[in-house]
């Protein structure tokens, strides 16, 4: 089994002549400024070539064989008679593709004369075993935007005290993330039907006068989504809300599903007196 298995990685890889000829006009045969490191010789790319030689589009070959792509292109070159005659042509008329920084790996077919080429660039999704560095990333950006003062929309919101990160409100806000990632879905409330004021009362916060939700699908760093709620009135405005003094954030990766990273911050303030406030996005 491990020979037939060596055997069908070897058979996908691709020609060591066409991986040559790429990363030289990559590396040197494309006059361009700046060092590019040679592209990372995929197997899953090697078969999406493959699938691109029979017809079917750039997509439909990634999708086919798993590679879940930020950035993809694909090249076609007809009448190659030998490797110096490639170097060329991908030198002529290819460079602007195969110097492109952001691409990293590349799979190759060739038939006859003709190869084919899929260069692409991995999405890159947050790492479960980074959730705390991740969690700390955002509450920094949350922090700098609360500092400075902020405009929700029309609303101008001066500075407010640092948020603090709260164990049980970062419980509620993976478990939501979790559940949205699960089941595909995309809401406040819970597929059980509960609401953020009472996943925080589940997740142990305690007692609290106030409780805010910011959810988010298909960012993909700590940045994206940040500037994203920012970017959104009522997302910004428990942001920037200075009754709130904690915050929980946790996200979950789904790579099945079109969003693959769900989001979720939640916010509360401590019980200082039995008036309270509702309006959209928080919960007494």
Request: with cysteine; aromatic share 6%; hydrophobic share 45%.
């Amino acid at each position: 089994m491990l020979i037939v298995a060596a055997l069908l990685a070897v058979a996908q890889a691709a020609p060591a002549d066409v991986r040559d000829s790429v990363n030289w006009a990559r590396g040197s045969g494309c006059r361009a400024t700046g060092t590019r490191a040679p592209l990372y010789d995929s197997a899953q790319l090697a078969l999406a070539a493959g699938r691109l030689a029979n017809g079917q589009s750039l997509h439909a070959s990634l999708t086919a064989v798993g590679y879940l792509a930020a950035q993809s292109s694909a090249v076609h070159v007809s009448g190659v008679v030998g490797d110096a005659e490639l170097r060329r042509i991908l030198a002529a008329n290819y460079c602007a593709t195969l110097t492109d920084p952001a691409l990293e790996d590349f799979g190759a077919r060739r038939r006859g004369r003709d190869v084919w080429l899929v260069l692409a660039a991995p999405v890159a999704v947050p790492r479960t075993e980074d959730a705390a560095q991740v969690s700390r990333q955002i509450l920094s950006l949350v922090n700098e935007a609360r500092a400075r003062g902020h405009r929700c929309g029309s609303k101008m919101y001066g500075a407010a005290a640092p948020l603090v990160l709260n164990a049980a409100l970062t419980r509620a806000a993976l478990a939501h993330s979790q559940a949205m990632a699960r089941y595909v879905a995309f809401d406040h409330r819970g597929r059980d039907g509960s609401t953020p004021a009472v996943r925080v009362a589940r997740a142990g916060y305690g007692d609290y006068s106030l409780v805010g939700e910011n959810i988010a699908a298909g960012a993909m760093t700590p940045a994206e989504v940040t500037q994203g709620w920012l970017a959104s009135p009522a997302h910004c405005e428990n942001i920037m809300d200075p009754r709130f003094a904690e915050v929980g954030i946790g996200f979950a990766v789904n790579l099945s599903s079109g969003e693959l990273v769900y989001w979720t911050q939640d916010f509360a303030a401590p019980r200082r007196s039995a008036r309270t406030k509702s309006r959209a996005g928080l919960s007494p």
